[in-house]
């Protein structure tokens, strides 16, 4: 199991790098988005340069926002190509895999729209993905996309789609914590995992034990399934000293 953060697109990706190796973590999820951190933003040999001196890995992360399932194709088709540039640059910074938050905003029509509209985006992006030797991954999201059936109607018509499990999502909005069954039913196909806590309503992003999280039941669940791969903590506060707490945490519960 390794343990990462993610940058803030505020900051310049140098910075964020430079404390994440002094804070011992093992990768950085690279979210490449504006104000300060978009594709085209970055300096790419400066970036590759540092990771190199610290030993950083990479998982690319894309901006949740982005209208992959939007119903007017010429916006659906700029999203495409951004993400299209994106996981270009993540591939020249290392990344093994790069996720995707699947996009049902699109009013006055209904979910099998919205699902259909982010499929066709995801199959145009696997052929460049494919040559990048890069994988693609859905992420779970809160209402939308957050259980087994849910989840089933991307996993199961794109085969070579990972999935994103983002532990936090799991716990939000539902009568009970999802990832048990999402990792009985689709664990072979994770990728990369987020952690975080909250109190069941709100995508606060605490610390490990400020919520509701039931985090040795989660951490069980990654395990029976088999994986031990890249968990990213996105703990979202100023201090990084419970990012540092969290990281002791899930090393604590992971070996005990």
Request: net charge negative.
């Amino acid at each position: 199991m390794r343990i990462g953060a993610m940058n803030h697109p505020r900051h310049r990706v140098e910075d964020e790098i430079l404390w994440m190796a002094e804070m011992g973590l093992d990768f950085i999820d690279l979210t490449l988005e504006p104000p300060a951190a978009g594709h085209w933003q970055i300096d790419v040999g400066s970036v590759q340069e540092l990771l190199k001196e610290t030993g950083l890995g990479v998982i690319g992360h894309t901006a949740y926002y982005l209208p992959l399932g939007h119903p007017f194709e010429e916006v659906r088709e700029g999203a495409v190509e951004a993400f299209a540039s994106t996981l270009q640059t993540l591939a020249r910074l290392g990344a093994c895999c790069m996720n995707i938050h699947p996009d049902f905003k699109a009013p006055m029509h209904d979910a099998s729209f919205s699902v259909e509209q982010n499929l066709k985006s995801i199959r145009e992006l696997l052929p460049l993905a494919r040559r990048l030797d890069m994988e693609l991954m859905i992420e779970n999201l809160p209402r939308d996309i957050n259980n087994v059936q849910q989840l089933g109607r991307f996993l199961d018509p794109v085969p070579e789609l990972g999935l994103h499990l983002d532990i936090g999502h799991t716990n939000l909005r539902v009568h009970q914590n999802t990832t048990a069954a999402i990792m009985e039913r689709y664990g072979h196909r994770v990728r990369h995992v987020h952690l975080h806590d909250n109190r069941g309503d709100d995508d606060l992003h605490l610390p490990l034990g400020a919520g509701t999280l039931d985090l040795e039941s989660c951490i069980g669940s990654l395990k029976a399934a088999g994986y031990d791969g890249t968990i990213t903590l996105e703990v979202f506060s100023p201090d990084r000293d419970l990012l540092r707490f969290s990281a002791d945490k899930l090393r604590r519960v992971w070996e005990g």
